[in-house]
Nanobody, 130 residues
Framework: QVQLVESGGGLVQAGGSLRLSCAFS????????MGWFRQAPGKEREFVAG????????YYADSVKGRFTTSRDNAKNTVYLEMKSLKVEDTAVYYC???????????????????????WGQGTQVTVSS
């Protein structure tokens, strides 16, 4: 069973930066494509970013493109979300998610959908103050 544990959330002023981490365990990390989602109070969970199992391609929601970057270290079984120029509207609980992709493709269209993913972390709170 895959376990995902997010960390790195916190309180930051608008314009600031944070780096989230998601530690993966339980299976072979290099076979899993990863996604980041967020959920603000009263809103649905939404796609933020995704990255292929090898890390050769990454995908972003329009709302974060140019400000957020996702990356992975397959030697450390960890995926990251670097967030810069944070805005108040980025305030949410951030979740990482995983889908086994050893023999299947993972593109922007798959990355965007919650149902693509098999495993989810518990989330980490990011609060951006004005």
């Amino acid at each position: 069973q895959v376990q995902l544990v997010e960390s790195g959330g916190g309180l930051v002023q608008a314009g600031g930066s944070l780096r989230l981490s998601c530690a993966f365990s339980g299976r072979t990390f290099k076979y899993y494509s990863m996604g980041w989602f967020r959920q603000a109070p009263g809103k649905e969970r939404e796609f933020v970013a995704g990255i292929t199992k090898s890390g050769d391609s990454d995908y972003y929601a329009d709302s974060v493109k140019g400000r957020f970057t996702t990356s992975r270290d397959n030697a450390k079984n960890t995926v990251y979300l670097e967030m810069k120029s944070l805005k108040v509207e980025d305030t949410a609980v951030y979740y990482c998610a995983a889908v086994e992709s050893r023999y299947s493709y993972f593109d922007y269209y798959k990355a965007r959908y919650l149902r693509t993913y098999e495993f989810w972390g518990q989330g980490t709170q990011v609060t951006v103050s004005s």
